[in-house]
Nanobody, 127 residues
Framework: QVQLVESGGGFVQPGGSLRLSCRASGFTLANYTVGWFRQVSGKGRERVSCSSSDRGTNYADAVKGRYTISRDNAKNTVYLQINNLKPEDTADYYC?????????????????????WGRGTRVIVSS
């Protein structure tokens, strides 16, 4: 079955850290541009970061310096490390993968135009 499954979300206090994981099955993630989006309840989905092995990485301005996207091809998994969490980071986080787009293009896409996306993992940052 072809799918992306996110995990690692949860409840964390401000200043804490989380590492979100997104495991792919049914296809080889190494051949894809990957990314993370997030959506606050009642608001639109926004890009967080997109990356490919040969065409670079980008981050939204709001997360630069605190978020790091990475991947482990042996585990067919992409990660999002989030440090110094803030209440405004509270959102559902989704990973995406597409075989054709550059990171810049992928981060500007709607999900309907992307090859694969997961169901999300929720992050709640609160004291």
């Amino acid at each position: 079955q072809v799918q992306l499954v996110e995990s690692g979300g949860g409840f964390v206090q401000p200043g804490g850290s989380l590492r979100l994981s997104c495991r792919a099955s049914g296809f080889t993630l190494a051949n894809y541009t990957v990314g993370w989006f997030r959506q606050v309840s009642g608001k639109g989905r926004e890009r967080v970061s997109c990356s490919s092995s040969d065409r670079g990485t980008n981050y939204a301005d709001a997360v630069k310096g605190r978020y790091t996207i990475s991947r482990d091809n042996a585990k067919n998994t992409v990660y999002l490390q989030i440090n110094n969490l803030k209440p405004e980071d509270t959102a559902d986080y989704y990973c995406v993968a597409d075989q054709d787009y550059t990171p810049h293009v992928l981060c500007g896409m709607k999900f309907a135009g992307i090859d694969y996306w997961g169901r999300g993992t929720r992050v709640i940052v609160s004291s």
